[in-house]
C-alpha cells in the first residue's frame, strides 16, 4: 500500500509491521525513522545491511518468530535493501510477524522491482517514497526553525543557507544549529555573520571542484585534487554537490527554451544565484546540452550506489570519474 511522508505517523501503531521507504533523499528517512519509530522501540532495535541479512537469513527468522517471555516489540532495520532480498521479505510477511516492525530502506528502486510491486499492490506492506528537497520544502525547514528559536534573520540570508545546503536537509539542519549557537550571544544577525557561519573551507573546495569541473577547466580542476584528500563522506558531498548543480542547469536549460534572455532567466530562478556565480553559471549553461546533463545526472547517481558499496576504494572511483569526464575537455584553460 502506498502512502505519502505525512501519513506515516498514522501507521505505526497498525498491525501493519513491514514498511519500505525509499528514495535519494535520506535525510528524510532518518529525520521520520528517528521521529516515529524509534522512540518506541528504545533499545530493543536491531540495524542490518542487506548482504549480512541475507546471509544470516536464519538468525533473523528466529529473532522474528521465537521470543522469550521477556522480550518486547521489536524494530528490525534493514538498509540498502534491493530485489535480492525480497524472497526473505515474502517469506516473512506470510508467516504473520508479530510484535515487530521491519523496515526496509532503500536508495533507489525502479518501477519494475519485485520488492516495490510487491510492497505497492499488498493492502498490509506500507511502501513509501522520499522524494528531493525541493527550494520550497528546504525553506519550510529554515523558517519553522527560526520561529520557534525566535531567530531574525534577513531573506538574503535564509537564500544563502538553502543555497550551501546543497539540496540536503542535514545540511540545512547542521547549518542552522551553528546559527542557533552565534544567536544566544549576540541579538543581531547580518549577511556577514551567516556568510562566516556557514562558509566551511571544505565545502568550498568542494564547491569548487564541482564548478571549475563543469567548465571542464582541467587544470583548475586537477589542482584541487591533488591539493585535497577527502575522505567517504566528502566523496559522497561532492556527488550531492554534482547532483544539485546539474539539477539547476537542468531547469535553467528548459526555462532557457520558453525566455530566451538568459539575465531574466538566472535573477528569477529559485533559489537564488548569488552575483558571483552568475558569470559561472552563464559559462556552464554554454558548456552542456540538455542530453548531456542527462547522461552525467544517470552516471553519478550509479557512482554514488557503487561508491557506498566500495567504501574503500571510494576515491580511486571518485578521481575516475572526475578525469574521465576531463577527457573529452575543449576548455582547457
Given at each position: 500500500?502506498?502512502i505519502?511522508?505525512?501519513?506515516?505517523?498514522n501507521h505505526?501503531?497498525s498491525?501493519?509491521?513491514?514498511?519500505?521507504f525509499?528514495g535519494?533523499?535520506s535525510?528524510?528517512?532518518?529525520?521520520?525513522?528517528?521521529?516515529?519509530?524509534?522512540?518506541?522501540?528504545l533499545?530493543?532495535?536491531?540495524i542490518?545491511?542487506e548482504t549480512?541479512a541475507?546471509?544470516?537469513?536464519?538468525?533473523?527468522?528466529?529473532s522474528?518468530f521465537?521470543?522469550?517471555?521477556f522480550?518486547?516489540?521489536?524494530?528490525?532495520?534493514?538498509?540498502?535493501?534491493t530485489?535480492?532480498?525480497?524472497?526473505?521479505?515474502?517469506k516473512?510477511?506470510e508467516?504473520?510477524?508479530?510484535?515487530?516492525?521491519?523496515?526496509?530502506?532503500?536508495n533507489?528502486?525502479?518501477?519494475k522491482?519485485?520488492?516495490?510491486?510487491?510492497?505497492?499492490?499488498e493492502?498490509?506492506l506500507?511502501?513509501?517514497?522520499?522524494?528531493?528537497?525541493n527550494?520550497?520544502?528546504?525553506?519550510?525547514?529554515?523558517q519553522k526553525?527560526?520561529?520557534?528559536k525566535k531567530i531574525?534573520?534577513?531573506?538574503?540570508?535564509?537564500?544563502?543557507?538553502?543555497?550551501?545546503?546543497?539540496?540536503?536537509?542535514?545540511?540545512i539542519?547542521n547549518?542552522l544549529g551553528?546559527i542557533?549557537?552565534y544567536?544566544?550571544n549576540?541579538?543581531?544577525?547580518s549577511l556577514?555573520?551567516?556568510?562566516?557561519?556557514t562558509?566551511?573551507g571544505?565545502?568550498y573546495?568542494?564547491?569548487e571542484?564541482?564548478?571549475?569541473?563543469?567548465?571542464k577547466?582541467?587544470k583548475?580542476?586537477?589542482?584541487?585534487?591533488?591539493?585535497n584528500n577527502l575522505?567517504?563522506e566528502e566523496?559522497i558531498?561532492?556527488?550531492?554537490t554534482?547532483?544539485?548543480?546539474l539539477k539547476?542547469?537542468k531547469?535553467?536549460?528548459?526555462?532557457?527554451?520558453?525566455?530566451?534572455n538568459?539575465?531574466?532567466?538566472?535573477?528569477?530562478t529559485?533559489p537564488?544565484?548569488?552575483?558571483k556565480?552568475?558569470?559561472l553559471i552563464k559559462q556552464?549553461?554554454?558548456?552542456?546540452?540538455?542530453?548531456?546533463?542527462?547522461?552525467?545526472i544517470?552516471?553519478?547517481?550509479?557512482?554514488?550506489?557503487?561508491i557506498?558499496?566500495?567504501?574503500?576504494?571510494?576515491?580511486?572511483?571518485?578521481?575516475?570519474?572526475i578525469?574521465?569526464?576531463?577527457?573529452?575537455?575543449n576548455?582547457?584553460?
Amino acid at each position: 500500500m502506498i502512502i505519502k511522508n505525512f501519513e506515516i505517523n498514522n501507521h505505526i501503531n497498525s498491525e501493519k509491521n513491514f514498511f519500505l521507504f525509499y528514495g535519494i533523499n535520506s535525510g528524510f528517512i532518518d529525520e521520520t525513522i528517528n521521529k516515529y519509530f524509534k522512540p518506541n522501540y528504545l533499545e530493543n532495535i536491531v540495524i542490518y545491511d542487506e548482504t549480512d541479512a541475507i546471509s544470516n537469513e536464519n538468525l533473523i527468522t528466529e529473532s522474528v518468530f521465537n521470543k522469550s517471555l521477556f522480550d518486547e516489540k521489536k524494530l528490525i532495520i534493514i538498509n540498502r535493501v534491493t530485489d535480492k532480498i525480497f524472497f526473505l521479505i515474502k517469506k516473512l510477511f506470510e508467516n504473520n510477524v508479530k510484535d515487530t516492525k521491519i523496515l526496509l530502506r532503500s536508495n533507489k528502486l525502479e518501477k519494475k522491482s519485485k520488492l516495490r510491486n510487491f510492497f505497492e499492490k499488498e493492502k498490509n506492506l506500507i511502501i513509501c517514497a522520499f522524494y528531493e528537497d525541493n527550494y520550497q520544502s528546504l525553506l519550510s525547514i529554515v523558517q519553522k526553525t527560526l520561529k520557534e528559536k525566535k531567530i531574525n534573520i534577513s531573506n538574503k540570508s535564509i537564500d544563502l543557507i538553502i543555497e550551501r545546503s546543497n539540496g540536503n536537509r542535514i545540511n540545512i539542519k547542521n547549518e542552522l544549529g551553528k546559527i542557533e549557537l552565534y544567536a544566544k550571544n549576540n541579538k543581531e544577525i547580518s549577511l556577514e555573520n551567516i556568510i562566516k557561519l556557514t562558509n566551511l573551507g571544505n565545502n568550498y573546495d568542494i564547491s569548487e571542484l564541482v564548478d571549475q569541473n563543469l567548465l571542464k577547466n582541467k587544470k583548475k580542476t586537477i589542482k584541487i585534487l591533488n591539493e585535497n584528500n577527502l575522505n567517504i563522506e566528502e566523496n559522497i558531498l561532492i556527488l550531492k554537490t554534482y547532483l544539485n548543480k546539474l539539477k539547476r542547469l537542468k531547469k535553467l536549460k528548459n526555462d532557457l527554451k520558453k525566455n530566451k534572455n538568459v539575465d531574466q532567466v538566472l535573477s528569477s530562478t529559485r533559489p537564488p544565484i548569488f552575483w558571483k556565480d552568475l558569470i559561472l553559471i552563464k559559462q556552464q549553461l554554454g558548456t552542456w546540452s540538455i542530453a548531456e546533463i542527462k547522461i552525467l545526472i544517470n552516471k553519478i547517481n550509479d557512482l554514488e550506489l557503487i561508491i557506498k558499496k566500495n567504501n574503500q576504494i571510494s576515491d580511486w572511483l571518485l578521481n575516475n570519474f572526475i578525469l574521465e569526464s576531463l577527457l573529452t575537455a575543449n576548455n582547457t584553460a
